[in-house]
């Protein structure tokens, strides 16, 4: 009994000093283990670490509960370019210069893309947000954008004269490009698709666009309007239908294709209908 005794009254000792030594060890052995491992440890107290492996925090994609409860439709807006997004044009110089805006409704997955002549309160695309806004039909939403001075002054300047509606403007913190993921996400799809009518229309007339011609400022809106018709989401539905609760059922031809077209309503001087190939 004297020798189990011993022999407990031993490990409790061993594990006690072992708790100790854990508990009480010196902050300076810390930082010595932690020169060998940061290379592949993060650590909070480390100076070195924090400057180069910190992270901002991350924004959790809402529920679908908290979805449905928080109602209030939100509308992204976003600049990008021509050149950023793979879009390759006979003047290669030119095309970064050309902003394009992509706007994304979050409610029903609508996107919408037009080219600018230059970034800010420019008439040409005012009048391109207020016609979407419109198409939309929202009274009260959110508006928002990260906090880049031209688009700022884009959607502040597109809902000034429409006093029918009740924008909220929001900004994304500055360098988060992943607060603004969901417009993000739509230029990626609006550019692959400008991409893919611009190469068809090419190879069809075996040529090549440059930057300024006239047909791009046509590809750019027809890209998003494509999307909105045919793009299927995982509910089985497309945006057009969430938005207008019917699937979109007119016929379409491949962009640039020429095609008799009969005007049936006809001016008064006018005889007979007239069929001209457009």
């Known amino acids: 009994a004297r020798a189990v005794a011993t022999v407990a009254r031993a490990s409790w000792m061993k594990l006690e000093f072992r708790w100790l030594s854990q508990r009480r060890k010196p902050p300076l052995l810390k930082k010595w283990r932690n020169t060998k491992s940061h290379i592949y440890l993060f650590r909070s107290w480390c100076s070195h670490c924090v400057r180069a492996k910190a992270q901002s925090s991350p924004h959790k994609a809402a529920t679908a509960a908290q979805t449905e409860e928080h109602r209030l439709p939100t509308v992204s807006l976003d600049y990008f370019f021509m050149g950023s997004e793979g879009l390759s044009f006979q003047d290669e110089q030119a095309q970064d210069v050309l902003p394009l805006v ?6 029903t997955r609508t996107h919408f893309a037009h080219a600018c002549l230059r970034k800010g309160a ?16 929202y009274r009260r939403f959110l508006m928002k954008s ?18 029918s509606i009740e924008p909220l403007f929001e900004e994304s913190p500055v360098t988060e490009h992943a607060a603004n993921g969901h417009v993000e996400g739509a230029i990626k799809r609006i550019a692959g698709q400008i991409r893919c009518i611009k190469d068809a229309t090419e190879y069809k007339y075996k040529t090549k666009f440059h930057s300024k011609h ?17 793009g299927i989401g995982k509910d089985g539905r497309t945006p057009f239908e969430l938005a207008r609760g019917k699937p979109y059922r007119r016929v379409l031809l491949p962009f640039g294709e020429c095609c008799p ?17 457009r």
Request: net charge negative.
């Open 102 to 107: 992509a706007m994304y409704d979050h409610k």
């Open 146 to 163: 990260d906090q880049e001075p031209g688009i700022i002054a884009l959607k502040k300047a597109a809902v000034k004269d429409m006093p």
């Open 261 to 277: 077209v009969s005007y049936t309503h006809l001016r008064a001087h006018e005889t007979r209908e007239e069929l001209v190939c």
């Open 122 to 137: 420019e008439r040409h695309s005012i009048d391109n947000i207020k016609s979407d806004l419109e198409w939309l039909g």
């Open 214 to 230: 006239m047909l791009i400022s046509w590809i750019i809106p027809h890209a998003a309007f494509l999307l909105n018709r045919y």
